[in-house]
Structure formats: structure tokens, C-alpha cells
């Protein structure tokens, strides 16, 4: 049976509609033609046949001469590293700073060969491990060996997924034509057979090992200028964020909950409720604001890590938030050592609450002064994310007016345009960016006014308080886990030196 090829196919079933579109373009085309025929036709008749040719081949070979030299233009790489996060650590910001700087001055030179990668990746590797730890001599081998593991894990996936993203055409390139081209066969088994224990030395050289089997080196030889430098950037921001992530503790997290038998690694976000806590200065409304959330139900609740004395936990759903943790502490009296500053460092975001009809914000200043303190004794901890919460909002001017609803984004009334004065002015003095503001009204018999504000403002600080909560989990392993491992690591190391000892002298006797 004789198979009908598609384009007899698509003749037969749009013959018709074939026709009235070969027709149309004939109708278009032909006075264009004719044009153009009854131009040479009178350029021939006036004797310019020559100077027409020769003007021809000028203007094509300087529209060529545009577009190749437009094309061969080296063209300046397009950096998306990104900077850090408001609540960033120290250690992060100076990171991202050095290798946004490194990959700025990344030349196409910098990639003519594969030994030209091993800079940029160990350079990479070195700006964030010296911005962790500045003074330390041993700062380049500060993880473990399944952290190590995960991090070239993570950095072939990050890799392959920036790589199909700039170059798509190389999905559809198989590795066996370029070793049938380059004659590589030899080479790639050669590589591919080496033990990956000679990775585990430095963790850029892991790094660079997973480029060189991936045939980099070779194919980057027919990479023009201006994809080579962008190449190098990409290899700078992928191994940066690895670095990051490698250096910051966030491996050592999945190391700990990765099990033999998990299908795939664990997500990077915290499974359990994130912890609120309320704070404030005394007589702030945060009492009536704890009421007006959990409404009659305020049972505490246990939390994996005890609350400070003093204060309570207690489990709540938010709508658009989901469950969370809120711990109420007592009010802020400017002592040291507060109750509510001890539950800080072991919260996940901290809600201040502070009377928006007070204008006098030395004390609140002073107290949020003392939470940054907190952090900033470590560079490598990330700063406590924080929302204001401003109560009181019906005493604003005029007092004795409350007839809600009010806009007080957009509203013109004299009630919400002092609403709006009073939350720009207490963003500004705190230091609090407007989008993690919110103003609320507690008022005896009513349920709590601009609740969803309030919410919209905790979810807006979620993404920092969740970063904080994957990095109070990455704290250093107490002796009681170390004596566990060392416990159940001895007898597989007793079995691995009797087997070795045993491979040893079955040799010795064997031997002449």
C-alpha cells in the first residue's frame, strides 16, 4: 500500500482555499513585478545599466557588512543575579555583591578553553566562602561530605535549567554526535571512569568535574564572543547560588531529612507553622489585638521549642496565611533582657504593635534597635523579619468620628488622610516599608476593623519569616546527635577495616 505523503494530503482536503490564496499573492505580486520590470526596462533604455549593477552590489555588500559587524559585536552579558533580600544576612549581601562584581567583569577570553573555567567557578566558590567566614583560614571546606554531594546535585540541576532556558537548541543536540565528530569516545570514558572521591577535595573542582563530563570544554571551541561571555556569567551566578546555599547551612537541612528511601528531595520550605510572636510596648493594644485574632478560643498550645517564661502560644488560622504560631510576650518596658527579646531569637516573625495616635516613637525605636542586635552579632544570621501592626486608629483625628468603612490608601476624608500621615510617618521612624504596615481598630463588641490589611501585611513578610524559620533549623548539631552518629557509624567502620585488614594478609600469603 502506497503511503500518501502530507503535502498530497493537505493539497486534497484545502484545494480549494490553496487556490484562493495562490491567487491572492498572484494579485499582490504581480504589479510589483510589473513594476520592477518596467524599471530595468528604462534603466536599460537610458544606457545606467552599469551604474545600476554597481550600486547594487554596494548597498547589499554594506547591508551585509551592517549586519555582520552588528552580529560579531561582542554584546555585554545579561546578569540576573539577584540581590539579596530585605532580611538578608550580612554574609549574603557581601556575597552577592562580590559575584554580581566578578560576573560584570567576565570577558569572552575568560571561557577559550575549559582550564579557563576553573577561575570563575573557584572564584565564585571563594567570594562567598570568605564572605561567611572572613577571618578563617579554613573557610573554603567549612560543610560535610553529604552536604558536598547534594550541592553538585543541586548545581547540575540549577545548571541544566539555565541552560535550556538561554540555549534551547540543545535538547535536540545528542551528546553522540559531538563525540562521533570530536572523537571523544576515548576521553569520555575516561572521564566518566574516574572516581568521584577526587571531587571531594575542593568544591568548585566537584563543580568543575560535572562541566568536563559534560563535554564543556570541547564545545565551547564554536561559541561565538558575545555567547561565551554569557556563558561564563551563567556559570558564575549558578555556582554563586550554590555557594550560597552550600556555605549558609541550607544543604545541611536536606542532608538531615533526606532519607535512603525518600522518592526525591524534600522541598525547601518549612513544614511546620511558622511562629509569630506579638510584641510591643506596654498598653499598645496588643492584649485586644491577640483577643480580637483568636476570638474566644485561646488555648495555648506546645511548641517544639518552649516558649520564653512569661509568655504563651497559641495556634491560629489565618484565611490567607494558613496556620500559624502566635506567642503573646509582656509588654516592652525597656529593660534588658526582656521576655519578649528572649522569644524573638527563637520566633520566625515578629509582629510590633504600636499605637498609631502616639506620636512620640523613641521607645519603639529603641526596642526594634534591640531586635536587630540580636542578629547582628552573626553576620551569617538573617535579620528577624518584622510587620508593624498600628492600633488605635479610630482615635485618630477627628476622635469622636467612626463611621467605617474607611479607604485608607485612597480615601479623602479627614479620618483616613490622617490614617495615611500617621502610618507613612510611623514607617519612616521605625524603619518599616509600607507594604508590612498595617492599621487596625479595636473597638468593644465589634469585630477587629481592617483585619484583612492586617493579614495582607503578614503575607507579605512571609517569604523572609519562612527563610528564617529553614535557618533556625540549621543550627549545629548538640553532642547527644554527634555521640548518636558516632554510635551507629562505629560498626560499619569495624566491618570496613576487618574486611580491609582481611584483603591484606590473604594478599601477604599469597604473595612469594
Not at 48 to 75: A, C, D, E, N
Not at 218 to 228: D, H, L
Not at 287 to 303: C, F, H, I, Q, Y
Not at 368 to 390: F, G, K, M, S, Y
Request: with cysteine.
Amino acid at each position: 500500500m502506497t503511503q500518501t505523503s502530507a503535502w498530497r494530503e493537505l493539497r486534497r482536503h484545502h484545494r480549494r482555499k490553496l487556490w484562493w490564496l495562490g491567487l491572492l499573492g498572484a494579485l499582490i505580486l504581480i504589479p510589483w513585478l510589473a513594476g520592477l520590470a518596467a524599471g530595468v526596462w528604462f534603466i536599460a533604455h537610458q544606457g545606467w545599466t552599469w551604474y545600476w549593477w554597481v550600486s547594487s552590489v554596494l548597498l547589499i555588500t554594506l547591508g551585509f557588512w551592517l549586519v555582520l559587524s552588528k552580529l560579531h559585536r561582542p554584546q555585554p552579558p545579561h546578569i540576573t543575579l539577584p540581590f539579596a533580600s530585605p532580611g538578608a544576612s550580612e554574609a549574603e549581601r557581601t556575597a552577592r555583591q562580590a559575584l554580581r562584581q566578578r560576573a560584570e567583569a567576565v570577558e569572552a577570553r575568560d571561557l577559550d578553553s575549559f582550564e579557563a573555567i576553573a577561575p570563575l567557578i573557584q572564584g565564585a566558590f571563594h567570594d562567598v566562602a570568605q564572605a561567611y567566614s572572613p577571618d578563617d583560614q579554613a573557610a573554603l571546606w567549612r560543610f560535610t561530605l553529604p552536604e558536598l554531594l547534594l550541592m553538585v546535585e543541586d548545581f547540575a540541576q540549577r545548571l541544566r535549567t539555565r541552560v535550556l532556558l538561554e540555549l534551547p537548541m540543545v535538547r535536540h543536540i545528542e551528546l553522540s554526535w559531538v563525540v562521533t565528530l570530536l572523537d571523544l569516545a576515548g576521553p569520555v570514558g575516561r572521564w566518566w571512569s574516574v572516581l568521584r572521591l577526587l571531587r571531594w577535595v575542593d568544591p568548585s573542582q566537584a563543580l568543575l568535574a560535572e562541566l568536563r563530563g559534560g563535554l564543556t570544554g570541547k564545545v565551547f571551541s564554536g561559541v561565538g564572543e558575545t555567547a561565551k561571555a554569557q556563558v561564563g556569567v551563567i556559570l558564575i551566578e549558578q555556582a554563586g547560588e550554590t555557594a550560597i546555599k552550600l556555605y549558609s547551612g541550607t544543604y545541611r537541612r536536606r542532608v538531615d531529612e533526606l532519607r535512603p528511601t525518600a522518592p526525591q528531595p524534600l522541598p525547601e520550605t518549612p513544614d511546620a507553622p511558622l511562629t509569630i510572636l506579638l510584641a510591643g510596648r506596654r498598653n499598645a493594644g496588643k492584649s485586644a489585638l491577640l483577643n480580637a485574632l483568636l476570638g474566644k478560643a485561646r488555648e495555648p498550645v506546645g511548641l517544639l521549642t518552649p516558649a520564653t517564661a512569661d509568655c504563651r502560644a497559641y495556634e491560629f488560622q489565618s484565611a490567607q496565611a494558613g496556620k500559624l504560631i502566635l506567642v503573646d510576650c509582656p509588654g516592652s518596658d525597656g529593660r534588658p533582657n526582656e521576655p519578649w527579646l528572649v522569644q524573638a531569637a527563637q520566633s520566625d516573625l515578629v509582629l510590633w504593635v504600636a499605637a498609631a495616635n502616639r506620636a512620640d516613637r523613641a521607645a519603639d525605636q529603641r526596642a526594634l534597635t534591640a531586635l536587630d542586635a540580636l542578629t547582628e552579632r552573626n553576620r551569617t544570621t538573617r535579620r528577624i523579619p518584622r510587620a508593624l501592626v498600628l492600633t488605635h486608629a479610630d482615635m485618630l483625628d477627628p476622635p469622636q468620628e467612626w463611621t467605617p468603612p474607611y479607604d485608607p490608601d485612597q480615601g479623602l476624608g479627614l479620618k483616613e488622610r490622617e490614617m495615611r500621615e500617621a502610618r507613612q510617618a510611623a514607617c519612616e521612624q521605625l524603619d518599616v516599608p509600607l507594604h508590612q504596615c498595617a492599621l487596625v481598630a479595636i473597638r468593644p463588641g465589634e469585630p477587629l476593623w481592617n483585619r484583612e490589611a492586617l493579614e495582607q501585611a503578614i503575607i507579605q513578610v512571609l517569604p523572609e519569616a519562612q527563610q528564617k524559620r529553614l535557618e533556625r533549623g540549621l543550627g549545629k548539631d548538640g553532642w547527644f546527635t554527634k555521640s548518636k552518629d558516632v554510635v551507629l557509624t562505629a560498626p560499619n567502620l569495624i566491618d570496613t577495616f576487618k574486611s580491609f585488614t582481611g584483603r591484606m594478609l590473604s594478599r601477604t600469603w599469597r604473595s612469594p
